[in-house]
């Protein structure tokens, strides 16, 4: 239940930095996508539906602000959230290499799938444009937040739950 509720108030301050903060910050009209980031750290950390769920909860907040359908970008953040679960299984804290490519993984994931829903269904075609000015920009800008964000989850998760320890049996009877 602790890990639900600090998704929840990590959801809430990416959301607001991205909305309030990360405009002011532009580098070529692109900003990082941190609701991208925190889905797919999420899924990747702690699983399968705790990806979900924050996929969900990044999903809806986007819809209910910026979106014209609810549900569309609910599909997309789940996605990630569960895609990334899946690889929970690679998760080594130490290294930085897989959560970095699971970063810009779902990145490029998430701009294709954007494009299909809000271009493509529209009959706008320019994907290789799109992909050129729009998605490899923002990877490499996610990217370079997203390692920030990794760390800070990592530094959380140490203190939200420090490892157990195992008491070793000392008394052992021999007959």
């Known amino acids: 239940m602790k890990r639900y509720l600090s998704m929840l108030v990590m959801v809430v301050a990416c959301f607001v930095c991205q909305t309030a903060i990360f405009p002011h910050m532009q580098l070529l009209h692109?900003?990082?996508?941190?609701?991208?980031?925190?889905?797919?750290?999420?899924?990747?950390?702690?699983g399968r539906k705790l990806g979900m769920y924050a996929g969900f909860l990044c999903g809806a907040l986007t819809d209910c602000i910026y979106g014209d359908v609810i549900g569309i970008s609910i599909l997309i953040f789940v996605m990630i959230g569960y895609v990334n679960g899946m690889a929970n299984k690679l998760y080594f804290k130490d290294d930085l290499s897989i959560?970095?490519?699971a970063i810009v993984l779902s990145d490029f994931l998430y701009g294709l799938l954007y494009f299909v829903c809000f271009f493509l269904l529209r009959g706008r075609f320019a994907i290789l444009r799109y992909f050129a000015g729009v998605m490899v920009p923002e990877a490499i800008y996610t990217v370079i937040i997203g390692i920030l964000i990794y760390k800070f989850m990592y530094w959380l998760e140490e203190k939200l739950y420090p490892p157990e320890e195992v008491p070793l049996k000392t008394e052992s009877k021999i007959y």
């Open 30 to 46: 692109i900003m990082p996508n941190l609701l991208v980031v925190l889905t797919s750290i999420s899924g990747f950390m702690y």
């Open 99 to 101: 959560p970095i490519t």
